[in-house]
């Protein structure tokens, strides 16, 4: 199952949580999940459920004015 | 009784917003930030750069230690439904309901976009967000949003990063008459502490800076005269300037005048 993360292509074994995928990329806290455009709070990161071609925005504090 | 800004129920000693974008660096920011003093730090959401290892660590390290209200922006949105979703992100991120909502409604000129603002408002109130606008000085668009739930109104005084100052200060001097209980903050387009300064003494209530901080020469030095600009226009409002006339008018007494011809 491939997924984009941040623009980035991933090979993934089916079935897979967004939770098991942010296990494995590990990114740095804090950080905060969309997935297909969609804002995905970190209590739902469990039963959120993959699907082939997802697009997954990990985003971190940046600056800004 | 201490002259304080409340906004959204939240007192304020400061009526100096700072953005955090385009400093040199990180310690940069950090001076800037303590010659300031402001009441709140304007903050993004971002990825990663690919290649990166920058995960904003050090970004939120400074903000932690500086303890400052954190102010999320959604710069970049050029939708309602866009600007939404990056707010619920940024309260997860940042734990705050506050938001800074920018939709903006032309790429070249920055410029807000009316509708795209109220769709949003609408829907963030509905979400139990404190919002405040990157908007313009329209009142009729000022008075929607005031409808919409919000609390207070930021207007700009010129397009972001122009520096050009008040660009329509006709407009402000009638926006600040309009709703006189609703704290008004000046976002964008101030470029010297005189124009902080001289919307301060038309009674706005705070300001909003970045550019004119970042990429001033000195930024540490540039922060701490906005500050000083900023509160010398709130005294200056509070204290009350004399009414401008066309006749001249000498201030020392004429009565007693040597040479004078005696009347």
């Not at chain 2, 387009?189 to 550019?211: K, R, Y």
Request: aromatic share 6%; glycine share 8%; charged share 20%.
């Amino acid at each position: 199952m491939l997924i984009v993360v941040n623009g980035q292509t991933h090979s993934l074994a089916e079935p897979h949580t967004l939770a098991a995928l942010l296990r494995s990329v590990a990114p740095t806290p804090p950080f905060a999940v969309a997935r297909n455009d969609e804002f995905i709070s970190r209590g739902a990161y469990q039963e959120c459920l993959l699907a082939e071609g997802d697009k997954i925005d990990i985003v971190h504090p940046a600056v800004g004015g | 009784m201490a002259d304080q800004l409340t906004l959204y129920g939240r007192t304020f000693s400061s009526r100096l917003l700072l953005g955090t974008a385009r400093y040199d660096s990180p310690f940069v920011l950090a001076d800037a930030v303590r010659a300031a003093n402001p009441a709140m730090l304007t903050v993004s959401l971002r990825r990663q750069l690919s290649g990166s290892k920058d995960s904003g660590q050090p970004l939120w390290n400074l903000l932690r230690e500086t303890s400052r209200t954190i102010l999320p922006n959604t710069a970049g949105c050029l939708t309602a439904s866009e600007a939404v979703r990056t707010a619920c992100m940024a309260r997860e991120l940042f734990e705050t309901s506050l938001i800074k909502l920018e939709v903006i409604g032309d790429e070249i000129s920055l410029q807000p976009d009316p509708f795209g603002l109220v769709e949003a408002t609408v829907e963030l109130v509905r979400l139990g967000f404190e919002v405040l606008h990157y908007c313009t000085e329209d009142w009729v668009l000022c008075r929607r949003l005031l409808d919409a739930g919000c609390e207070v109104l930021m207007p700009w005084a010129a397009p972001i990063g122009t520096g050009q100052g008040p660009r329509n200060a006709t407009a402000l001097h009638e926006l600040r008459k309009r709703p006189p209980e609703i704290p008004l903050i000046i976002d964008a387009g101030i470029d010297l502490p005189s124009h902080a300064c001289q919307v301060m003494e038309w009674g706005f209530d705070g300001v909003l800076l970045n550019t004119a901080v970042s990429r001033a020469v000195d930024p540490v030095r540039m922060a701490g005269a906005f500050a000083h600009a900023i509160q010398s226009g709130r005294s200056a409002f509070l204290a009350g300037p004399m009414v401008a006339q066309n006749a001249a008018v000498p201030s020392t007494p004429e009565i007693g005048r040597p040479f004078a011809s005696a009347s």
